[in-house]
């Protein structure tokens, strides 16, 4: 598995937007496809957030994972955000959002961050085994979400 800059891969750009929106549109029901999609465009940087990565096996998409500076507009104090973590589904539970999350860390210190956050609506289990601690029990536009946070060592 490779896991690269979506900088150099925007032609994956119309395929993240239908994931994204096929699995988070009930989050942001404003949102069109092509909002989605242009939201993802903006985090084509390699030095600074937004930034995301894109993880391949042999020319194919598995998933992406990013960095935003906000990703609930009701939490505007807490920043920057690890967003985004997706995997296909034919490729979940190989290993392949815990290579993206630990790139995203990875980068995450490169830039200085110190600490990031995160929110899940059903996956706090699955950050908790990567060192994830929760920070607080929410709604999330009316559905249930967890705040979590991880400090970045520098």
Same mark, same amino acid.
């Given at each position: 598995?490779?896991?690269?800059?979506?900088?150099?891969?925007? !032609?994956?750009?119309?395929?993240?937007?239908?994931?994204?929106?096929?699995?988070?549109?009930?989050?942001?029901?404003?949102?069109?496809? *092509?909002?989605?999609?242009?939201?993802?465009?903006?985090?084509?940087?390699?030095?600074?957030?937004?930034?995301? /990565?894109?993880?391949?096996? =042999?020319?194919?998409? $598995? =998933?992406?994972?990013? $960095?935003?500076?906000?990703?609930?507009?009701?939490?505007?104090?807490?920043?920057?955000?690890?967003?985004?973590?997706?995997?296909?589904?034919?490729?979940?539970?190989? =290993?392949?959002?815990?290579? /993206?999350?630990?790139?995203?860390?990875?980068?995450?210190? *490169?830039?200085?961050?110190?600490? $990031?956050?995160?929110?899940?609506?059903?996956?706090? =289990?699955?950050?908790?085994?990567?060192?994830?601690?929760?920070? *607080?029990?929410?709604?999330?536009?009316?559905?249930?979400?967890?705040?979590? !946070?991880?400090?970045?060592? /520098?």
């Amino acid at each position: 598995m490779d896991i690269a800059y979506l900088a150099d891969h925007k !032609e994956v750009i119309p395929t993240l937007a239908r994931w994204f929106y096929q699995e988070w549109a009930y989050l942001h029901p404003d949102r069109t496809p *092509e909002d989605v999609a242009r939201l993802i465009g903006e985090r084509t940087n390699t030095t600074k957030i937004p930034v995301a /990565l894109v993880a391949f096996e =042999g020319g194919e998409l $598995l =998933g992406t994972v990013c $960095l935003k500076v906000h990703d609930m507009d009701t939490r505007l104090d807490l920043t920057p955000w690890l967003a985004g973590l997706y995997v296909a589904a034919p490729w979940r539970r190989k =290993g392949i959002g815990t290579a /993206l999350v630990s790139a995203i860390e990875k980068k995450a210190h *490169e830039i200085q961050v110190e600490k $990031l956050y995160l929110f899940t609506p059903e996956s706090e =289990g699955f950050y908790s085994r990567l060192g994830w601690h929760v920070y *607080e029990r929410t709604e999330y536009h009316g559905y249930p979400a967890t705040i979590m !946070e991880k400090k970045i060592i /520098l």
